[in-house]
Nanobody, 123 residues
Framework: QAQLVESGGGLVQAGGSLRLSCAAS????????MGWFRQAPGKEREFVAL????????NSEDAVKGRFTISRDNAKNTVFLQMNSLKPEDTAVYYC????????????????WGQGTQVTVSS
């Protein structure tokens, strides 16, 4: 059974950095688009960044403004999110997701989801 497991979240001060990891198991996601979403308390889930199977990256400018970098290691079936210059408004549960195409991922079609990892940024 396919599974995505996030790790790397935690508590950090404003201006700090965190690196999130998402390890996939149960199947290979080499040919899948993979991405990160986040949900803050009382808000809807929002798109952060995704990376296609070929390595094309789509970022949410509103959400990250060049501070976050997504990458993937297909040999390890893992996707990463490097987050720098963190702000209190980045506080959220961060979710990893995978889908057959970038469009499917953005539309939540045939998408696998992880359980999420909490990121808390203190001021």
């Amino acid at each position: 059974q396919a599974q995505l497991v996030e790790s790397g979240g935690g508590l950090v001060q404003a201006g700090g950095s965190l690196r999130l990891s998402c390890a996939a198991s149960g199947r290979t996601f080499t040919n899948y688009a993979m991405g990160w979403f986040r949900q803050a308390p009382g808000k809807e889930r929002e798109f952060v960044a995704l990376i296609s199977a070929s390595g094309r990256i789509i970022n949410s400018e509103d959400a990250v403004k060049g501070r976050f970098t997504i990458s993937r290691d297909n040999a390890k079936n893992t996707v990463f999110l490097q987050m720098n210059s963190l702000k209190p408004e980045d506080t959220a549960v961060y979710y990893c997701a995978a889908a057959p195409t970038t469009m499917a991922l953005q539309r939540n079609l045939d998408t696998y989801w992880g359980q999420g990892t909490q990121v808390t940024v203190s001021s």
